[in-house]
């Protein structure tokens, strides 16, 4: 895995203009980028760094090109010198943020928040210099809080200006439920900005709300309230939808390169150079252009996509491994030839014996797959001139005797034909 860390601040003071310009890149909205130069100019002027708060939902912690999105920012802030404060949720975790939700979430025990923090900062550190991070964890002050503490909190926002906040105005206008613990949950996040005194808190555009509320309790306590700066939402790769892991349209940090490459090249065209701009060290400059080139045809699409699959997989791999996953992805996709690595696998006795095997239960049951569902409608390359489509479709065991590749793996059985694979 090639870390994106970069270790030790810039060499040189960075002025405070210049620090803005350059963390101005890619941000969706900053609230406001008067106050973030006030900020900046102050930090210079008192020789202190910025604190800039992330929080951590350990409801989630597989990062994929979404989280990577702020996380990447967050870095920018550690190269300029200042302190990435991440707070691990433990104690609104067993809340669960209900931002675009439209339901309750279900609590979360201690030991799947401490398992959930673990696999985040373990991903993070490839992005992140964790090691110089302040990671803090809200039970420290949430779980001190009294019932005078609860009210005072709770006696600095309104109910109504709770609602104004797209999902729990979508909730209440279709009859659905609202716990009220559901209403504490930005009032947390709020309080975790007053307990470290954050000077920026950083998240997507769906945290916009959660983290102006943390303006104004920040007032309310009588800090200064936190400059919000928020990073645009990466779709996945149906290009429709936010990059989730469970709707299966996401580019995992720490996927394989040949993977990677491979999901990259199946987003459509239209979000190349988002992706350029999100998800690459390529300036804005080079965003722009592959845009226009886009735009009015004189750019192939899948030059550019190839490039954008290539920086991204370099950038967490490096430009060897990005090289051979375009390789691999051509053997397999343009070439229509299967690698000399291919694995094999052993039906299971238990499948061995049975009439009719459905080959999407055989690759989940092989640990080859992670849904049935996803695997309908999937197609092969050619093995030994023989092209297998339709995995929907049951097999009769009186067919085996042919070989064929799904994916990359070959599928041999142990019992009933030694010598064969299983036909789709």
Same mark, same amino acid.
């Given at each position: ?15 405070p ?56 920012? /967050? ?10 404060? *991440?707070?691990?949720? !433990? #104690?609104? &975790? $067993?809340?669960? @943020? ?20 673990q696999?985040?900062f ?28 609860? /009210? ?10 709770? *609602?104004?906040?797209? !999902? #729990?105005? &979508? $909730?209440?206008? @279709?009859?659905?439920s609202?716990?009220v ?5 930005p ?37 200064e309230?936190?400059v ?5 939402l990466?779709e ?53 252009r ?7 045809g ?6 550019a ?32 030839e ?21 080959l999407?239960k ?24 023989l ?17 064929f590749r ?19």
């Open positions: 895995m090639h870390l994106l860390a970069s270790g030790p601040a810039m060499g040189g003071p960075v002025e203009e210049d620090q803005l310009a350059a963390l101005l890149v890619g941000a969706e909205q900053v609230v406001s980028e008067q106050d973030l130069l006030g900020k900046l100019r102050g930090s210079r002027q008192e020789d202190r760094p910025l604190r800039i708060k992330l929080g951590i939902d350990p409801s989630r912690p597989d990062l994929h090109l979404g989280h990577a999105v702020v996380l990447r920012k /967050l870095q920018r802030f550690q190269d300029l010198g200042h302190v990435a404060v *991440l707070i691990v949720g !433990d #104690f609104t &975790g $067993r809340v669960g @943020d209900p931002s675009g939700r439209s339901e309750t979430r279900p609590f979360l025990s201690e030991e799947e928040i401490d398992a959930n923090a696999t985040y373990d991903q993070a550190g490839i992005i992140l210099d964790v090691e110089r991070a302040e990671v803090r964890r809200n039970s420290e002050w949430l779980a001190a809080l009294d019932m005078g503490g609860v /009210l005072r909190l709770t006696s600095s926002y309104t109910v109504a200006r709770m *609602l104004e906040r797209d !999902d #729990f105005e &979508g $909730r209440y206008r @279709d009859g659905q609202i716990s613990v559901e209403f504490l949950y009032l947390m996040q709020a309080y975790d900005s007053v307990a470290v005194r954050a000077d920026v808190e950083m998240g997507g555009t769906d945290q916009t709300f959660n983290l102006l509320v943390g303006r104004d309790i920040q007032r309310a306590y009588g800090q309230p936190q919000v700066f928020t990073m645009p990466l996945g790769t149906d290009g429709v939808r936010k990059m989730s892991k469970s709707l299966d349209n996401y580019v995992g940090i720490t996927d394989p390169p040949e993977e990677m490459f491979g999901r990259l090249m199946s987003i459509p065209d239209e979000m190349i150079a988002k992706y350029v701009r999100l998800c690459t060290p390529a300036g804005p400059g080079e965003a722009d592959v845009a226009a080139g886009l735009a009015d004189t750019m192939d699409p899948n030059r996509k190839r490039g954008m699959a290539r920086a991204v997989v370099g950038l967490y791999w490096g430009d060897g491994a990005a090289g051979a996953a375009e390789e691999r992805f051509d053997l397999i996709h343009r070439r229509r299967v690698p000399d690595d291919v694995p094999e696998v052993a039906l299971p006795a238990s499948l061995a014996g049975s009439e009719r095997v459905w999407p055989l690759l989940v049951a092989l640990g080859l797959a992670s849904s049935r569902l996803l695997l309908l409608g999937t197609a092969t390359a050619p093995v030994d001139g092209h297998r489509r339709s995995y929907h479709r049951p097999g009769p065991r009186k067919d085996w005797g042919e070989r799904m994916g990359a793996v070959f599928l041999t059985s142990e019992q009933g034909n030694p010598e064969g694979g299983i036909p789709a």
